[in-house]
């Protein structure tokens, strides 16, 4: 089945992309690429909607794009608008049910939705309206914001989007699709990308730049905070659902998930990594003889230590491009005995060098340690290990899979003690500052850096990621 | 189905990777291990054949390791001896039946066949096999060796191995497996790699050592040219079908096939790569603002030319790791109006860029010229092309598709010309005093860059390439 | 895929069959078994929804028992009750959506549901629904009852359902199973069949006998019209939604629909087919030299009618066991020549008879058509139809697509007519009082062959079954 | 995956059926058509070769026809000239190997071959073969014939074949094809069926003449025993390879194997099947209530014997068409308790009667015990069980998987034994004479109730069968 990202096991998970379009011929085909270039923040399942202005028509399974979408499937959804949905993981229930765009069927015209993000309120919402006698098929927060635009079907649709949005807390990144409408909307602190292009005489939204690249799109801006756009035959109308906003992105977008080629509020990603890496240099020098990065996230931080230090740059790990869901997992036994699949050490560049190793974050600490250990087998005489982030103290609420509190290397440990655990030589983290100046002192959610989360919160942080609601 | 290498269109294709265990618990597994970390060298079939000592059980099938071995069909391969294939392509007929290894049911004893290579003068054994009654059922080199070893039943296996070998033209690296022996052997002028590795009490070979670190095994020693190793419950025994022997290493298993991680002839891939960019910035400097490489085999020679000449490397291009072979290419329509899905330009980073362009080798050219045309569009000042390889002026009749001779763009160019045809401000190729140089003076196979064929040709070179036997 | 029961084009379908289990170890093995003895009334989706007491956890996908639920899938279904469902037709959108049993994930406890009917004043409620703020992601009527009973969440499970099946009008057979409770409930027009059966300490309920006999429960009863048996750890309750309550089994229930080993209120199916057969031979006696009959729900009354007759029976065609889903239909040049997949005549049988041909209905006539062709092909001296009921006249609206009105033979001709059209030496129907004799005087819907329909109906007869809806 | 035969489990298996046709445009969808038809004679494994007059083309695979040639991968096949083969088992090793046709490329033109039958002195042949250079990569009898015709290459491909057959005992029905012409053959003493039809401007060749009906050809011709039937643009040519020839079809062609809308040796097999039903209501009468036949191949014989005792004929037994390869079969445990999959009893048919139960023969007696026991628990009140055959006494060599000898009943039990096994109130079995007047006192091999076998045997009768090689 689907090919996934994991080349080695990666420790932190966003739960979607999102990607539509609006007035392109051929809208199914474009979002099928579009959803490819964000194949990278889901690989577990995936969907496409589509309208050809009169009724929509879609198609969602689990699996990665081109597994949901073999060209027999494709050239079934023909129409000029669409929405497009790649999802990161379908545990914690409901498999295929939680797979999106959500399409439903009613009386006043059928409409899809999608969305990137958490809502934090989502249990009590799922409460009111079940009291009202709502019932519901999937554990997702789009069924509630479907449900909260149709509590009152007297309302114009518009009125009652953004009175539905009031409702909720958290981060999220909308789209909703009707016959002969797209809206596109943003929580009100920004906390998840979406961005505006246009395609001819079409517009496209998506959640990373990246998406819109990839079909030839122009960027034209970003989608703000509380923010709702809609997309109709006369173009772009722009409504806020509050004005309480603030704009918060997530700093893990710049860190991690995106893809290095995407912009987000006009910084490239790989440049701001790349940043990082150099002013981590500057921040926990060292006295080594080869920088080397862990593939793919932590390269560009990589580069911009070894340019700052002045030490080369080595490719001292490479990865295994053929790993996918499918793959058989070495036994307990055969791993003993060093068989590995996904990261290869270059012995011969690694034997008895003293390495800097660069990496984006610790979550849990596992991959760091197995890396270490290996490149100790390889005879690496000294390991100083450099992330290019601050040090992960507390969980996500806003859609990041950073595993559950406790598991959280650095939540229970200081800085010395997760050197100890993953035994390198030396440690550093990249300081609160660096990580600002490497943003370009643009404003950003840095809770799980900090504990000060932008919204409230409505459980414990012991419990967070614990339900596998993504 | 499989996921295919080709994230661009690979310009140069090899025919296969092989490898085997012996007297290895568990040995399939080990080789499904071990073919993964071979998937780069062929991911359109692959093949087990598992010994338990007493008989000889195979499974094979279109498709990569992943898909042609799920769980459930490696689990019915039981046995401590087992050889192992993966193949680059299967078009030129035959389709699963080309695909190796090859079981033969005899009398005297099953046997098994893997090889990688091509057999230069297998037109004119096979029609002599057929005048004494052969009859073939593929259209491999390997059942022509099958059939001259079993032409007298009378002789003791091994001297009827050497005995065929003798025979054989050209480049080869063949494993035969029976009950309880496996051979080894590497034709005389040593074109294609093949390793011994030690596993606890057993023994591993394979055509890269990178399959070696997979699972754990130490590396031994190269094959020799004209080797023949044989392997059985008393260890390693080495006998040569040839005294008239030279190593000949196929210098594209340097530049371009094998992963960065492995070690030819006590070379580090990576590290010649890089050498070999070092080289290219001494000998070919260009005044510019960043060092980008093709992804991924040319990003070590990236790093080298980078570090030579102080221009700081970024990373320009990205490519989608999740393209692959069931993937829905864009019409022309979509492609002219810029959808894209394999290789992604980075705007912000090249554009008003002077930038120095690496890639390892030019065949056809169409992809240099599709690469240059990203670049422009993203708003790239000046490009500067420059080659980590001599220019391929001939084809290969070793086992390397480097396309027909009449479709060799140096072939009927020279450099000048080239440059005109991709559209860059200059371009340069490595001299073959660099690539000795970066391959530390080691002998190879130079053929496609000087025309020096070490072997006998049996076709014209106009014809090399051009029946898609591989 | 799935195997479809269509070995010639059926030109009847109905649209599903319910199975449940109650307190009985392996309950989603018992389903299993249970829909596959059902698989007659439905091949293109099916599901299992089974209770742990806990929690449900629920499988359904396009496509017939043995191909939704290979082993891996069904054993990860463990509980002690379940539901499950086959679905005849996904036609009318939403594919699998439309798949049952519905999962519904509520805070007072997760239900699921499915349903065998067709409610016909669902359009009316479902605006009504919506207009209260219900919104519908598929086009079942069981995502209504749903709604109903969740309208007011004050109110008792028990009570809730019994109100909600108030507003349900037409024809159904409904399971709903929360964590510790089987409802099973029947129209109160008993149109739909539900019987009950005990397994050693738990009870089954299935559309059709044959599917407790396929998993050896001991037949208990039939649900009554009008009835809701409540299931729980203290066994059988009964109650009822209605008073106002009658039986009218469907006709085609006997004469079509139905396994030949179920027994409906008592009554074999076979025996009822062969009854019809032997009062046919009576009513519509001929001269001729074999029966033969169109396999395979045909095959009773023939014997019946040579029985009574004393006309011997003879095999005179024969169906393919291998024809499905996925076969490839003959394009009409090659049927034009002859190439025939599904039925085949016998022509030594046939050549220079007079037949009596025997089939159970003649819907829009296409089939009767091609049979009494070929058999002409074979040198059939004289063929004589004889319809073992009587002549459908009018659509139906309780779950049966019997195409839509125009398309109905019988609707706009009469026997002289229809005996024209299909080519025959002479045609005679069962008569009304031939069918109640042959169902042993049981009363039953007869609207299709008398236009009397047991219900207001929402729709006008020419729009009936033209929505695609089942 | 695909369908199998054995709706109950079938005691009794035959290894294949051939297909050809010549000079026909659309060969291989006719060859599709037609293997379809033949697909009882096999559905483990499938292929077509097709010959476009200039090369040969071929796709093979296990499963049946219709999972095998989905409609992209049959229209690749294009050609005026095809043979198609159907394999009933792939066990004995090889899985696919085994699969036929066999594609031979050959310098003097690629040539293909099926066969469906046993060759007796394989072993003995293959040794031969060994010893003068061939090698073998399936266990195949077909690839023995291939590698003696190109035993010497210097004489004309006719007078090959011819001198070919010669060396090989058995039974055999082989089709050649090459570019311009197609070969069909039976041993000597026809033991297999081949017939041949016509269709428009060119022939068809087949295992049954319903395959010839099935796209529309005109029946011609069976072939001989001893003949050689060459068919090229000039049309039909015969030939004999022996002058010492026999008719001896086996019996078991009439009893079990073939379609009853197939006629071989111009007898129609549903009508001899229908008059051994008869003769043996003659030869054992018994008073009872009714006559059921164990679907579907006694059926036949079922409905003779109700015709000529008077006795009605009802449906005791139906079977569920829905079962199949990937079927999860129950565990013993709920096999226990009643939980059946294939063959359902009709309880108020058979509960208070006198059973005639009617079957075609008795192999191994374990079907007759469960259907036996199960009448039983329906409450049968006497069970006479008559075989519409002679007891089988020995087995078969001729391609024919009766099991093991000692697995035979009857071998060893005579029939009083018999019936105390398999615990009916009487048994009887129908006589040799019997056999031979419902056969039109044909001549037939019928060493299996007899040991008088036709051929010289290379191994003893205790070994038939044992090393499923079929």
Redesign the interface.
Same mark, same amino acid.
């Given at each position: 089945m689907g090919?996934i =990202?994991l080349?080695y096991e990666r420790e932190l998970h966003e739960e979607c992309g999102v990607f539509g379009v609006f007035n392109c011929p051929?809208a199914s085909?474009?979002t099928?690429?579009g959803l490819?270039?964000l194949?990278?923040r889901g690989?577990e399942g995936c969907g496409i909607v589509v309208s050809d202005t009169e009724k929509l028509t879609g198609?969602k399974n689990e699996g990665?794009?081109?597994?949901v979408? %073999?060209?027999s499937v494709?050239k079934k959804l023909s129409g000029i608008h669409a929405i497009g949905h790649v999802r990161y993981s379908t545990t914690g229930?409901?498999? #295929?049910?939680n797979v999106q765009p959500? *399409?439903?069927?009613?009386?006043?015209g059928d409409f899809a939705l999608c969305h990137n993000g958490n809502i934090v309120n989502s249990q009590v919402l799922?409460?009111n309206l079940?009291?009202?006698?709502?019932?519901?098929?999937?554990?997702s927060d789009s069924e509630i914001l479907?449900?909260l635009i /149709?509590?009152?079907?007297r309302v114009k649709r518009i009125a009652a989007i953004k009175e539905a949005l009031i409702y909720l807390e958290g981060a999220f990144a909308f789209l909703v699709l009707t016959n002969d409408r797209l809206y596109a909307m943003r929580d009100r602190h920004g906390l998840r990308p979406l961005s505006i292009g246009q395609?001819?005489n079409g517009y496209v939204v998506a959640s990373e730049t990246?998406a819109l !690249?990839? #079909?030839?799109?122009t960027f034209v801006r970003d989608i703000l905070p509380g923010e709702i756009v809609t997309i109709d035959k006369d173009g772009l109308h722009s409504d806020f659902y509050s004005k309480d906003t603030q704009s918060k992105i997530c700093a893990m977008e710049y860190i991690y998930f995106s893809? %290095? !080629?995407s912009?987000i509020l006009g910084l490239?990603v790989?440049?701001s990594r790349?940043e990082a890496g150099r002013l981590l240099a500057k921040e926990s020098p060292v006295e080594a003889d080869i920088v080397i990065g862990v593939p !793919?996230s932590s390269?560009?931080a990589a /580069?911009g230590y070894a340019?700052a230090s002045g030490i080369?740059?080595?490719?001292g790990l490479?990865k =295994?491009? /053929?790993?996918?869901r499918?793959?058989?997992e %070495?036994?307990p036994a *055969?791993r003993e005995?060093?068989?590995?699949?996904k990261l290869?050490?270059?012995?011969? #560049?690694i034997q008895g060098k003293r390495v800097v190793l660069i990496d984006d974050s610790i979550v849990r600490g596992t991959t760091s340690m197995k890396i270490v250990e290996m490149l100790r087998q390889c005879g690496a005489k000294e390991i100083h290990m450099r992330i290019a982030s601050p040090a992960i103290i507390a969980p996500c609420f806003y859609g990041v899979d950073t595993s559950t509190y406790e598991e959280l290397l650095s939540a229970f440990n200081d800085v010395e003690a997760v050197r100890q655990i993953i035994k390198t030589d030396s440690l550093a983290f990249l300081s609160m500052e660096g990580l600002k100046e490497a943003l370009g002192q643009r404003d950003f959610c840095a809770a799980c850096f900090t504990k000060q989360y932008p919204t409230h919160l409505y459980e414990h942080i012991e419990n967070a990621n614990k339900d596998g609601k993504f």
């Open positions: 090919e =990202n080349l051929k085909e474009l099928y690429y490819h270039a194949q990278h690989q198609v990665n794009v081109r597994f979408f %073999p060209e494709l229930g409901g498999g #295929i049910l959500f *399409l439903f069927r009613h009386g006043d799922k409460q079940e009291r009202k006698g709502s019932i519901f098929q999937s554990s479907a449900h /149709y509590q009152d079907s395609l001819e990246c !690249d990839a #079909i030839g799109a893809r %290095p !080629d912009d490239n790989h440049r790349k !793919d390269l560009s /580069y340019e080369p740059y080595e490719m490479i =295994n491009r /053929y790993v996918g499918t793959f058989i %070495p036994s *055969l005995k060093g068989v590995k699949m290869s050490p270059l012995r011969s #560049i």
